[in-house]
């Protein structure tokens, strides 16, 4: 007898947002980027559609960081502190679908760059690659509510995907976002309710619910992945049972919690026994990354080009359909 | 002519008047103030009165609903007395709500709404007036035996006894009234037992019993007249345990951990009863010696200290009462300065927090005996719910912590004079209008202010749906202090205390946390039983906040189930109601024991359902909006 496989029916897919906008919609872009639009669970083909691969960003930043870690020296060392050459890089070389500018800089604690300085590197890196970028602030809220505005103001058009909006503070990101039509990132801590809800606040000041990508929180391997996971994993069942404010593709900035777990950095010489370093954090990284896209994440913000790498050769062989039928 | 006997219910107060008085007019002289706007012009149509007996002339019905006229409603300053007549006033046409005055100047508000019907009156201790046949030499029959008999022809009951202290009154009294007797039996749960004897038979005999309703915060209690089953008098007070701690858990903690914890409490409690006895009686000059019966109900913690048993073991998982349903005992038991004789009975318990109070506001609201499906909750502290209907009945409690009661709020407050129970905002300038219980200055808010400011300051847009404040309003009430941002709803000029009264951001989300647990509760409880809000087909509230609740403002957010306000109905102290009729209903009682059988505990703090609840409860009004249709529609 043939063997027929269980289907689930879901009522709802996942929005889909599209990251950039070309010239003829309004910006610079040579391309743009779509994620969501699934109708099933992550990468069960039979089960539904799947008409988006999910996203690898690599992420950049607006100064030289001073905590990375000396295996990126090889890789980035040269560009650090040009974010221009090394977002060409980045896509260059490296292959990037989409980059991440996070701009660090405009931490007041380290090097409190203005909204000016802020506003003139993304529009340099805009200028300098092709790709849709993510733009993320510095952390600091009251910061950011000077910095990202600024950003999507003079960069209006170009449907940048901005962030973060917290539920604490989401105002001015979210209007700024709606008046020169960029997307926007609602992150909330490792909690669904708050993951709802903020997406209710944003969605009440009529920043359609297409706009919005939610970064619902993660931690690397090790340091709480499953807790990230299993978050995930509820707004994307709650998504394809309907929930229209869980609806919304999900980003999650694996790079950023990687590298500060200790296993990825330690020396080889301090623990000989974990193997050897730079490995242990590109393979740290990958299995975190590959580990939450089977929750459901959609955007994969990274920093290694080696993990990368490994990400999107994952993606692209789960991306091959599984067809029982045949 | 004669004069005529105007007899006003419940408050069984008589007075004298000439043939043609107002019925507005005999009630002013009886001292009841009613309503009445217009000054007794019979247009406003507020002070509402209902002939139960007697001759009246009605020179016209001004504008009252017809729902009103149909329910045998007449206005009391156009309707006028001919004759001796009855006339029972409704708690809604006096003059404020109904407000037993407490210590302090400050009040417990308690509406009147009528207790449940169909019970005949046959209080749990009555009265009889027996002529025995006098011994002779052929029938010799003792004293006790010879009564017994004469009893058992009086009463249905098998089981007559007696107490050793009375037994020895009864051969003086026996023969002093020459074989005529009056007695006083009081009737529990079967057993019959004589507890009086006064030779002859007294006309001006009284008998009174006490219902008590004890709070972890207030006591209340009605003097009831178990002859007629008028209550005679009401008063509330103060629970003096609070100087041992607010909540029960203090008092618990209290209870066990000091040697002389438990006795202190429970002479305090006791004192504080006493005291308000002293007060019921006082009146009427009657005498504690004609209290024959006490009803007291009260949660599961004030039941354990009344009684004076341990409650060292409600508090300690698995939280468990030492009884759930207690014994009967005499008045000289537990130190009550009434007749030492006297029966005091408790409601009983369902669960360590489902105590004697639910099980009686459940009795007096009939929620077992109907067929619709109820939900009957008490908020105060502590949330307390009951649903179901005359097949099946489920219970559950939450700790709201003390926000509605005002506590943990900047400016919360009791509901007493002074206390802000509505605010007004005007959405374009952010301006300020309150009005406080007894139309003075403002000294707080009450728990039903407080709900009130939320939903206005959610509905202007003060505060956004996760509670914070929008600091971005055009409005120099809106401000920031070292606590962070607050709203000032009356400025220091026009306060009692002459400072600014405000809401802080953290009073937001203290009140979001308590609304928060009240709706996880019915949810959880909800989802035990797999049943819809839409099921619920009418919800009772009780507790004294509940009367000047505003089931909008409740709704808006999220305090209470999104249906349909015709479906809610307050109830007052239905824990006090409760206790008053068992007093005179022996079936009543019967039936208040069932229900502590009946009622099925739910243990909210058992697996996660309830903390999930909760969390998806902290959002104006909730997280999943297709809970709040009509709020979300509003917008």
């Not at chain 1, 994620?35 to 996203?55: C, D, K, T, Y």
């Not at chain 2, 489902?354 to 609201?365: E, Q």
């Not at chain 2, 808010?445 to 300051?457: H, K, M, R, V």
């Amino acid at each position: 007898m043939a063997f027929s496989a269980m289907k689930e029916k879901y009522r709802n897919k996942v929005n889909t947002v599209v990251l950039g906008a070309t010239q003829e919609e309004g910006g610079t872009r040579g391309y743009t980027v779509t994620v969501g639009g699934e109708s099933a669970l992550p990468f069960l083909h039979f089960e539904g559609e799947i008409p988006n691969r999910p996203v690898v960003a690599l992420e950049i930043w607006d100064i030289a960081p001073t905590d990375w870690n000396e295996s990126f020296t090889p890789y980035y060392g040269d560009v650090f502190d040009n974010p221009t050459q090394w977002a060409k890089k980045c896509v260059e070389e490296y292959g990037a679908d989409v980059l991440v500018v996070r701009l660090k800089g405009a931490d007041p604690d380290i090097a409190d760059a203005s909204p000016e300085d802020c506003v003139k590197v993304v529009q340099d890196v805009l200028a300098a690659v092709p790709c849709p970028l993510i733009v993320l602030g510095c952390g600091k809220a009251e910061k950011d509510n000077q910095v990202l505005p600024a950003v999507a103001e003079a960069t209006a058009g170009e449907n940048l995907l901005i962030g973060s909006a917290e539920q604490e503070n989401y105002k001015s990101i979210a209007a700024a976002c709606m008046v020169h039509k960029h997307s926007l990132i609602a992150n909330s801590p490792i909690d669904i309710n708050i993951c709802k809800q903020l997406n209710i606040l944003i969605t009440e000041m009529n920043l359609s619910a297409d706009r919005i990508v939610i970064d619902p929180t993660t931690a690397a391997l090790g340091y709480g992945l499953e807790y990230g996971y299993s978050i995930m994993e509820r707004a994307r069942v709650g998504a394809l049972q309907g929930d229209k404010m869980l609806s919304m593709p999900i980003l999650g900035n694996v790079g950023h919690e990687v590298w500060r777990a200790k296993e990825a950095n330690i020396s080889t010489e301090d623990m000989p026994v974990w193997g050897e370093q730079p490995n242990r954090g590109i393979i740290w990284e990958a299995t975190t990354a590959t580990a939450l896209l089977q929750a459901g994440m959609n955007i994969v913000v990274m920093r290694h080009p080696k993990a990368a790498a490994l990400v999107k050769q994952n993606i692209a062989e789960l991306m091959v359909p599984t067809n029982f039928e045949a | 002519m004669d004069k005529i006997t105007v007899l006003f219910n419940p408050d069984n107060l008589a007075v004298q008047v000439e043939p043609g008085t107002s019925l507005l007019h005999a009630a002013n002289l009886a001292g009841i103030e009613l309503v009445s706007s217009c000054g007794g012009d019979g247009t406003c149509g507020r002070c509402l009165v209902k002939v139960q007996d007697g001759h009246v002339r009605v020179k016209g019905t001004g504008n009252i609903s017809s729902r009103a006229k149909q329910a045998g409603l007449v206005l009391a300053c156009q309707t006028f007395a001919e004759g001796n007549v009855v006339v029972d006033i409704p708690g809604r046409s006096r003059l404020e709500e109904h407000q037993v005055l407490l210590d302090e100047q400050q009040l417990l508000v308690e509406k009147d709404v009528e207790g449940a019907e169909g019970f005949k009156l046959q209080p749990l201790c009555s009265k009889l007036t027996l002529t025995l046949t006098p011994p002779t030499l052929d029938e010799n029959v003792a004293d006790w035996e010879r009564l017994q008999t004469a009893v058992r022809n009086e009463i249905c009951c098998s089981d007559i006894r007696i107490s050793l202290s009375v037994l020895k009154q009864l051969p003086e009294a026996l023969r002093a009234g020459d074989w005529q007797v009056t007695i006083g039996v009081t009737q529990i749960n079967g057993c019959a037992e004589v507890i009086a004897v006064e030779s002859g038979h007294a006309k001006t005999s009284k008998l009174y019993g006490v219902a008590i309703d004890i709070g972890t915060t207030t006591v209340a209690a009605h003097l009831v007249d178990l002859v007629s089953g008028f209550t005679v008098s009401k008063k509330g007070t103060y629970n003096k345990q609070a100087r041992f701690g607010d909540d029960v858990i203090s008092r618990i903690i209290h209870a066990s951990e000091r040697p002389e914890g438990l006795a202190e409490l429970h002479h305090t409690i006791i004192n504080t009863i006493n005291g308000l006895l002293a007060e019921l009686l006082q009146p009427g000059n009657l005498a504690a010696q004609d209290v024959l019966m006490v009803t007291v109900a009260a949660n599961t913690t004030m039941t354990h200290l009344f009684l004076g048993i341990p409650p060292k073991y409600i508090r300690l998982e698995p939280y468990i009462p030492l009884a759930a349903a207690t014994p009967a005992v005499k008045a000289q038991e537990v130190g009550l300065n009434i007749n030492p004789e006297a029966y005091v009975v408790c409601f009983p318990s369902v669960a360590s927090y489902v105590g004697g109070d639910i099980v009686s506001g459940t009795l007096v609201t009939n929620v077992a005996k109907d067929e619709r499906i109820t939900l009957f909750i008490d908020i105060g502290t502590n949330g307390e719910m009951v649903l179901g209907n005359q097949d099946w009945l489920v219970s559950a409690a939450c700790s709201a912590g003390p926000a509605f009661e005002g506590g943990g709020i900047t400016y919360g407050m009791r509901a007493m004079k002074g206390a802000i129970d509505n605010v007004e905002i005007n959405p374009d300038n952010f301006e300020v209008e309150v009005s406080t219980i007894g139309r003075c200055r403002a000294k707080g808010l009450c728990g039903s202010g407080l709900i009130d400011c939320l939903a206005t300051f959610r509905n202007v847009g003060i505060i956004d749906r996760a509670g914070k404040m929008q600091t971005d309003i055009q409005t120099p009430r809106l401000r920031q202090a070292e606590e962070g941002w607050e709203f000032v709803l009356v400025y220091g000029e026009d306060s009692d205390s002459g400072k600014d009264i405000v809401i802080t951001e953290n009073d937001v989300k203290n009140l979001l946390r308590a609304k928060a647990a009240v709706y996880a509760g019915i949810h959880s409880m909800l989802n035990a039983v797999e049943l819809d809000i839409g099921m619920i087909e009418r919800v009772l509230i009780a507790g004294g906040f509940g009367n000047y609740l505003n089931i909008r403002d409740a709704i808006t957010i999220g305090l209470l189930p999104d249906l349909p306000a015709e479906k809610y109905m307050f109830i007052g102290n239905s824990s006090l109601k409760g206790a008053r009729l068992a007093l005179i209903s022996q079936e009543a009682w019967h039936e208040a024991q069932e229900l502590g059988d009946k009622i099925t505990y739910l243990e909210l703090s058992a697996g996660n359902d309830f903390m999930e609840e909760f969390m998806s409860a902290l959002f104006l009004p909730h997280t999943d909006m297709s809970l709040f249709p009509s709020v979300t529609n509003a917008k």
